[in-house]
Structures are given as C-alpha cells and as structure tokens.
C-alpha cells in the first residue's frame, strides 16, 4: 500500500491469445448465468437488508431464511397477463425493455474477474474476463448512454403523460450525472496510463486509486447512483408524482425486462467502481502482502472481486434504506452547480500534477491530498452559495387585480385555452396554461346540480 514515487506506467493487460471460439461462447454464458443469479440473489439481498434497517425480519418463508422468494417473485411478473396499451407505438412499445437489457448485459464482457487461471481437470489457462479493449471505459461509458434509449422510448411509446414525463426526467439525468461520472474516470485514465481495464487493473499493485484518487472516486459514487435511478435520485420513476415513470403502461414479461435491467446496471456500475478505484480482483493489504501475494493468485481473485461488488451492492441498499429522495431542483443543481465544475477542476489538477512529476521528485500521494484539500474546500464553498430566487412575475398585478388598467396585469394576459391533443400528442400544460374542465366531470356533476334548481322551482310554484 506504499504510495508510488514514480509515475506510474500500466502493465500488459490480459493475454486471450490462447482462447477458442469455443471458450468464448462458454465464458459468455457463464457470466449470462452469473448476471441472473445475481439479481436474483440482489431481490433477497435487498429486501433482506431493508427489513433490518426497519427492524424487521424481510423474506424468511421460502426456503432458508427465505433465500428462494426471489424465485416466485419472477415467476408472478413471467405469468401475469401481458397487457399492450392501445395508444401505443407497438413496434417502439416492444423494442424499449429490450434494448434496455441488452445493453446491460453487454458491460460484464469487459470486466476482469481475476488473473489468468487454469480450468479444472483440463490443461486450459484463461484470464477470467470475456475480452478487453485498449478503450474498454469508452466502451462502458458509449453502452451505458445508449441504454438509456430504452427509457427514453419506452415512455414516448407508451402514448401516457405520465411515462413521457419520467422519460424526459431520464435523458435530462443521464446527459447531467454521465458527465460527472466521465469526468470521474477520466483522472483515473490519467494516472493509469490506460483505457484498458485489466491494465488500470495491474495498475493499482500500490495503491488503489479510490485513495489517491478519493474526491473523483467519490464523485463516481454519486454519479453511478443517478446513472441507474436508485434513491435518492430515482426521479424518472418517481411514485409518487408519476405512478411509476416509464414503466406505468407495461407488465408481465415486458416490465420485468426493466426491472432485470436495473439491477444488472446496479451490478455493471458496481463492478466499474470495483475494477477502477478498488483494485478490481486484487486482495486487500495485507492480505495482497502475505507469501510474495499469493493471494492475488489462481481463484482467490475471484473472492475479492465479489467481496468488494457486493459491497457497493450493499451501499445502493443502505442510501435507499436511508434516505429521501431528491426534489428534481436539487437533484439538477447538485449535477450541474457541484459534480461537474468539482469533477472538471480535479481532471485538471491531475492532469497538472501528472505533468509536475515529469520534472520533480515531489512523491504523487503529497501532490494529490493537497489537491484534495483544495477541492473539499472549493465544494464546499459551491454548496455554501445561497441560490437566487427570481422576483414573482406579476406580483404587482395580483395585488391591483387582473385585467383593469394600471394594475400591472394587461388585459390581454388572460390564459388562452389549452388542448393537451392539439399536435395529436399528449403534452402537458406549460406555465401560464391550464387545462380545460374534463367533459367527464361535467357530465357527472351535471345531474347534481340541476337536481337541486328543479326542486327550487316545483317549491317556488
């Protein structure tokens, strides 16, 4: 765990020049079959957790201590009628969730396991990685903006105001928090020397980057709780003022799609963070210094891979158990005013320091606490700032009344009629709008008044 005094060059990356078609199929459907289980084991994991955090006992019925509830579960979302809305574009309306999952499943296939292992009872040596790419975070980052399509057509699609709105709340968060989380992994690069994750991997023999990279790595942990809607920035999907976001109009088998692809994303991010700023498979010290790392060898990486993943897994549970959720106000402040001008400033330190070096004898671990000293602080001060609030347009108005001269309301400002299906879409009113009574209502509250006013008048005659 000595901080390096050198700067710091990446080693060679995984070898897969050994690998057949055949070994590739099957180490593609092995983490196929890890993803499921493991959302699997994530639905009881997480209930499991919640009912401690509300003192009480969470899924205990099925099976021991409950650890196949998971299992009905899916199989009440995979039998339950399948509903297409009429309104909606079918085609689109089909094709969203499967984009979705798709798109989550493609992640793991870049993420190191561990080492070069043999396969029991054959003579095969493999890395336990799928594959890698000298780009492999530009390809993280590329797959997880284009799963957010997804979303976004999934409630376009779905022909209801409600998905429409927790679709547009999607992009807005994905293009807000992506540029945090970029900027996050960018210093990481920096550092490493590499895109490539089992070299960014052999990096961290020294020191893992979430200690000398601590604001980007906290950064990150931000950014990846926005990237895959969990509390408290589950805005696109938030209950209680959209029903359910983009999901509203689709069940069975369609949403369950959605649901697999949340989880897996909690598993793909969690596994970014891992392999990035924790040493990816690499024991922790002093484990990693026993017997020349004897632990960093044959299939106990694979342990600590899953050890530190399902650590992350239990940080998504313990924000959701804990705290509330965002006004979107806040939850877009926080992405623009604070992530992105602190992310943005740290890239540029690094990339200072990293020049610095060049030249000096100054040991990296001094350089980048006095950076991170200065960025506390300068978040902090950005935190500080009190918002302006905007003067109320025609408060002056209001107080003299609305439509008389010299009240400060001009006659013409009266609301003109709304029609949310005017562009045969529909939209929701803007500000200054309102929609028109519901003819529904009217034919309802009808006979209510009008059965009054008849008993007046046979009174009166």
Not at 137 to 147: N, P
Request: glycine content about 8%.
């Amino acid at each position: 765990m000595t901080p390096p005094t050198v700067p710091v060059l990446a080693s060679a990356g995984a070898d897969f020049s050994a690998d057949s078609i055949g070994l590739v199929f099957i180490k593609a459907a092995a983490i196929l079959v890890f993803l499921l289980l493991s959302v699997l084991f994530a639905l009881w994991f997480e209930r499991r957790i919640i009912g401690r955090f509300q003192q009480r006992l969470g899924p205990n019925v099925r099976g021991p201590f409950g650890l196949v509830q998971s299992i009905p579960d899916a199989l009440k979302l995979l039998l339950k009628e399948d509903i297409t809305v009429k309104g909606a574009d079918k085609v689109i309306y089909r094709i969203a969730p499967m984009i979705s999952v798709f798109c989550a499943f493609m992640i793991f296939a870049i993420i190191p396991f561990g080492p070069a292992v043999q396969i029991p009872f054959t003579d095969i040596v493999t890395p336990l990685q799928l594959t890698d790419l000298p780009v492999s975070v530009l390809y993280f980052l590329g797959i997880a903006g284009l799963g957010v399509y997804g979303i976004v057509l999934g409630g376009w699609s779905s022909g209801s105001t409600y998905p429409l709105l927790g679709s547009v709340r999607s992009t807005a968060q994905v293009i807000s928090y992506e540029l945090a989380m970029s900027l996050s992994l960018v210093s990481v690069l920096i550092v490493a020397g590499s895109m490539s994750t089992s070299e960014i991997v052999n990096s961290q023999t020294q020191l893992w980057w979430s200690v000398a990279l601590a604001p980007a790595f906290v950064i990150y942990l931000i950014s990846m709780t926005g990237e895959v809607n969990r509390l408290p920035f589950d805005l696109p999907e938030a209950e209680g003022e959209l029903v359910a976001g983009y999901t509203t109009e689709y069940s069975s088998m369609k949403f369950a799609w959605f649901f697999l692809a949340e989880y897996i994303n909690m598993l793909n991010v969690s596994a970014i963070a891992t392999t990035l700023f924790m040493g990816g498979w690499r024991a922790p010290w002093p484990l990693s210094a026993i017997n020349d790392g004897m632990f960093n060898e044959g299939w106990w990486p694979l342990l600590w891979f899953l050890i530190k993943l399902w650590g992350f897994m239990f940080f998504f549970v313990w924000l959701r158990a804990t705290l509330l959720r965002f006004r979107y106000d806040q939850f877009m402040n926080l992405g623009w005013k604070v992530l992105i001008p602190v992310a943005l400033a740290w890239v540029v330190g690094v990339a200072v320091i990293q020049g610095v070096r060049q030249f000096t004898d100054i040991s990296l671990q001094t350089l980048l606490f006095a950076l991170a000293g200065a960025l506390v602080l300068f978040a902090v001060v950005l935190l500080l700032i009190p918002e302006k609030k905007p003067a109320a347009d025609g408060a002056a108005g209001t107080a003299g009344g609305s439509g008389t001269p010299g009240s400060g309301t001009p006659a013409d400002a009266k609301a003109e009629a709304f029609d949310a299906f005017a562009g045969g879409y529909p939209v929701p009113p803007l500000p200054g709008q309102s929609l028109p009574p519901s003819p529904r209502r009217a034919k309802v509250t009808a006979p209510a008044d009008a059965g009054p006013a008849t008993d007046k008048e046979n009174t009166d005659g």
